[in-house]
């Protein structure tokens, strides 16, 4: 395998990832509701989509730590016996 | 991406499905431990979804596996548990702050221009919040393919959204029940 041809597949294979990355990029812009309802497509930097999308998953976990929490006082508070414990039991139970 | 409504009611049986595993031993537990099936039934059943075909799902089910075994075992009991909590992950890559700022140092001393230099500092912002971003996915830090960080970032983000919105309705629900 001559030099050259080495060199042009790679930068061909490092030209395909560059496009994969911005593709990703431009995919996680569509995910992230802060940037999709506030900005238009094409001002937003990559790093700043990164950062967002950090922020994004800590929320998410966040709120369904927050979630798992409500629903733990709610079943403590519930009478067992009343007809509200009976609806509820079957939202959780299926 | 968005969730569908498929995957919502699939999350949503396995999380009720991993709630029921928990109720035998609910009177002998604390508040604390109940609240942490609850979440942890919603991890797994978020990363079930996947059936191991995400190194983020296979990371989550793992360090689970570590928390509660049990809870893990049952619920995965039928999508091939053993495998799954077994599974050897790839070496976590450790990279030597230290070495790294020092090699940088030594290629930095060539003086460059300063749109060159505009562009160098851009370049090591993307790689900060890469990293950032390695942080708060599970077995992110296993994964030095950017792209293949992207791909799974992105599909860890449409399970969280099915994750919380079921779990939201179901409080919601729940909450508007007993305001009856």
């Not at chain 1, 519930?78 to 939202?91: E, F, G, K, T, Y």
């Not at chain 2, 190194?55 to 928390?67: D, M, N, P, V, Y």
């Not at chain 2, 890469?130 to 449409?158: A, C, F, H, K, W």
Request: hydrophobic content about 35%; overall charge positive; aromatic content about 2%.
């Amino acid at each position: 395998m001559s030099s050259s041809r080495r060199s042009s597949q790679a930068s061909s294979s490092s030209r395909i990832s560059d496009d994969q990355i911005t593709d990703l990029i431009s995919k996680l812009r569509q995910s992230i509701p802060e940037i999709r309802q506030n900005r238009r497509s094409n001002t937003v930097s990559a790093s700043k989509v990164l950062q967002e999308t950090c922020n994004y998953i800590r929320n998410l976990n966040k709120e369904a730590d927050d979630l798992s929490d409500r629903l733990t006082q709610l079943l403590e508070s519930i009478d067992p016996n009343s007809p509200q414990a009976a609806v509820i039991r079957s939202l959780i139970n299926g | 991406m968005q969730p569908t409504s498929s995957m919502n009611e699939e999350f949503l049986k396995k999380w009720q499905m991993g709630l029921q595993i928990f109720r035998p031993s609910i009177d002998n537990t604390s508040v604390h431990e109940r609240k942490k099936a609850i979440k942890l039934s919603a991890d797994v059943a978020m990363a079930s979804l996947r059936k191991g075909t995400t190194c983020w799902s296979r990371a989550l089910i793992e360090k689970t596996a570590t928390e509660d075994n049990f809870l893990v075992r049952q619920m995965l009991s039928g999508i091939k548990a053993e495998a799954l909590i077994n599974k050897k992950l790839p070496k976590k890559i450790v990279c030597h702050r230290k070495i790294v700022r020092r090699s940088k140092k030594i290629l930095r001393r060539k003086s460059k221009s300063a749109s060159e230099e505009a562009a160098a500092k851009a370049k090591r912002l993307v790689k900060r919040r890469t990293q950032g971003l390695r942080n708060v996915v599970p077995g992110g830090e296993l994964m030095s393919n950017d792209v293949l960080l992207l791909q799974e970032t992105l599909d860890y983000i449409v399970s969280l959204q099915t994750q919380v919105n079921v779990m939201r309705s179901i409080v919601d629900a729940a909450e508007a029940e007993i305001e009856r």
